[in-house]
């Protein structure tokens, strides 16, 4: 069953911040976040692996509880830059091959 | 390097038809997946390679096949292809784990009409 992620769409103006939540129905063993432009392939942001970390690089960061079962992603003085599609990819002690399973995305508009 | 390279970047297939979608990484990795994006949806994984010779099924297998006969390669065949298969097909790889980071090709659009 696939994380669910939330909001599945914000606007923002820019310098504004945002939260993407990433929820997941069973444990977790890592979090990963990507984003997408549109029409162009997902890139890595970052991943957080069980532990309950945290980790942030620039005007990103990213937390991960392992209770909870939830990671989020947090963009501080949103860019133009930052618009895109945000994904979390999960793995779960039940994947094979610590493969991912993809949430449906949050859509992220940063407006001048 | 040119990390992952997808080809073709665009096809149109007609019901019926078959087709391979190329998948080519240089960056020595071990590990090699196939995605499928349906329109405003997230990635579903379809096959996956944790080496040569070694592949696995994701998540949406059905109506696909692989092979990974090199470390560099890992071709998407669609068999009888079918209207539910068109979506953007993303091919990754990394290194030697799913929990690394994975490095997206640019993605083939497939329209079956």
């Known amino acids: 069953q696939q994380p669910v992620q939330s909001p599945q769409a914000v606007i923002l103006r820019e310098g504004e911040d945002a939260v993407i939540n990433c929820s997941s129905s069973k444990a977790l063993y890592s979090v990963h976040w990507y984003r997408q432009k549109h029409g162009e392939a997902p890139v890595f942001l970052m991943i957080?692996?069980?532990?309950?970390e945290q980790k942030g690089h620039d005007k990103i960061s990213a937390s991960f509880n392992e209770k909870k079962q939830q990671s989020s992603l947090y963009l501080t003085a949103s860019q133009l830059s930052y618009s895109g599609t945000y994904f979390c990819g999960t793995e779960n002690p039940n994947n094979a091959g610590n493969m991912l399973t993809f949430g449906g995305g949050t859509r992220l508009m940063v407006k001048p | 390097n040119a990390g992952v390279t997808q080809t073709p970047k665009f096809r149109i297939l007609k019901i019926g038809q078959s087709m391979t979608l190329q998948c080519t990484q240089d960056m020595n990795h071990n590990y090699m997946y196939w995605y499928r994006q349906d329109p405003g949806m997230g990635l579903k994984l379809i096959y996956y390679s944790v080496g040569a010779g070694i592949t696995d099924k994701g998540e949406v297998p059905n109506g696909y096949n692989v092979s990974r006969s090199t470390t560099e390669d890992f071709p998407l065949r669609l068999e009888l292809a079918a209207p539910s298969q068109t979506s953007v097909y993303f091919c990754?790889?990394?290194?030697?784990?799913?929990?690394?980071?994975?490095?997206f090709g640019p993605g083939t659009r497939l329209l079956v009409l």
């Open positions: 957080l692996l069980k532990g309950g």
């Open positions: 990754a790889s990394s290194y030697f784990s799913g929990r690394e980071t994975q490095y």
